[in-house]
């Protein structure tokens, strides 16, 4: 168990709708992460934030959003869902106190079906 | 650009066998970290291991040993006498320098699918 915990575990939704994911990353951890893992593009970045504020940008949909808040836990939403948006989708945590590359630790993961 | 290769897809072996999984990295820093992560069936992804740019020193960890090589961008990783328990997918991942120097994103490889059969 990594300590990085993620809600719900399965989604099931419809084309267009509108999902929250949450995670909340280990006790102590500052820095959460965003990742999508799909057949087809594997696992990308997608977003990364530092004590509540947006670090880090990569390839997420403006469709995408996230934030942080004050108790450090994120939260991801996704809108106008689409078929393709179907993917397992990993928060990971990390120290984020250091000036150093820190190992991020992941979720379980919540699986996002979209029909 | 910054990106990583596993050029393995699927590995089979028979349990007791020694395997070797491969990862090519490509970076312009000069400072970065590679990583393993294992994806079990159940699908979460645990940490095995971290190793820094500066240091080339191979490293064992039970039945896992890894072995980095800057000379060739390779930082492949050995499973020992595999077992069942030992089948997943396993990622090699390169770390990119994000905001302030300080810790970035993840770049992962495609994943090799390792089968240990008994």
């Known amino acids: 168990d990594s300590g990085v915990t993620q809600t719900p575990k399965h989604l099931i939704t419809a084309t267009g709708q509108r999902v929250t994911l949450r995670c909340s990353p280990r006790?102590?951890?500052?820095?959460v992460y965003w990742y999508q893992q799909s057949l087809d593009q594997g696992l990308q970045f997608l977003i990364q934030?530092?004590?509540?504020?947006?670090?880090a940008k990569g390839n997420i949909l403006e469709r995408f959003s996230a934030q942080q808040f004050p108790d450090l836990h994120s939260e991801l939403n996704l809108s106008s869902l689409e078929l393709g948006d179907s993917a397992l989708y990993f928060c990971?945590?990390?120290?984020?106190?250091?000036?150093?590359?820190?190992?991020?630790?992941f979720g379980p993961g919540t699986r996002l079906l979209v029909l | 650009a910054q990106k990583v290769t596993q050029a393995q897809t699927e590995i089979s072996v028979v349990e007791k066998e020694d395997v070797t999984l491969d990862c090519v990295y490509e970076?312009?820093?000069?400072?970065?970290?590679l990583f393993w992560y294992k994806q079990p069936p159940s699908g979460e992804l645990v940490f095995l291991i971290r190793?820094?740019?500066?240091?080339?020193q191979n490293e064992i960890s039970g039945r896992y040993s890894w072995n980095f090589q800057k000379s060739t961008s390779s930082f492949n990783f050995t499973i020992t006498a595999s077992q069942v328990v030992d089948s997943a997918v396993y990622f090699c991942?390169?770390?990119?320098?994000?905001?302030?120097?300080?810790?970035?994103?993840?770049?992962f490889g495609k994943g090799t699918k390792l089968s240990v059969k008994p």
């Open positions: 934030y530092y004590n509540g504020e947006e670090r």
């Open positions: 006790s102590g951890d500052l820095s």
């Open positions: 991942a390169l770390s990119e320098k994000g905001y302030g120097g300080s810790q970035g994103n993840l770049i």
């Open positions: 990971a945590s990390s120290r984020g106190v250091g000036m150093g590359i820190e190992t991020q630790y």
């Open positions: 970076t312009r820093d000069t400072t970065y970290y």
């Open positions: 190793r820094n740019s500066f240091d080339e």
